[in-house]
């Protein structure tokens, strides 16, 4: 099933990033699927702070939401996200907490 998510530039920023942090991916599978992400979601144009807080609109499939979960759960574990803005919208527009 695929789902719209509307996130800040600087939180999809976030996610390719933490994609592509090694360490947390445990079978090929999810190298993959991170690689395709990171391929498929947009690039956020700019560094300033108001391109950065710009809504991005994307459409994400159970499967790329689990694998972005995985990367994010496993990096928040080992303290390399820092708190922002984006961290906390990828949690709870993911529903990463209950």
Same mark, same amino acid.
């Given at each position: 099933?695929?789902?719209?998510?509307?996130?800040?530039?600087?939180?999809?920023?976030?996610?390719?990033?933490?994609?592509?942090?090694?360490?947390?991916?445990?079978?090929? /599978?999810? #190298?993959?699927?991170?690689? $395709?992400? %990171?391929? &498929?979601?947009?690039?956020?144009?700019?560094?300033?702070?108001?391109?950065?807080?710009?809504? /991005?609109? #994307?459409?994400?499939?159970? $499967?790329? %939401?689990? &694998?972005?979960?995985?990367?994010?759960?496993?990096?928040?574990?080992?303290?390399?996200?820092?708190?922002? #803005?984006?961290?906390?919208q990828a949690i709870e527009v993911l529903e990463l907490i209950d």
């Amino acid at each position: 099933m695929t789902k719209d998510y509307t996130f800040y530039a600087g939180t999809v920023r976030l996610l390719k990033e933490l994609l592509m942090i090694g360490g947390w991916g445990s079978e090929i /599978i999810d #190298v993959y699927n991170a690689g $395709k992400l %990171v391929e &498929t979601l947009p690039d956020p144009a700019g560094d300033s702070k108001e391109q950065l807080q710009t809504n /991005i609109t #994307v459409t994400l499939t159970d $499967k790329q %939401v689990n &694998t972005i979960a995985k990367a994010f759960t496993h990096h928040a574990a080992k303290g390399v996200i820092l708190p922002s #803005v984006y961290a906390v919208q990828a949690i709870e527009v993911l529903e990463l907490i209950d």
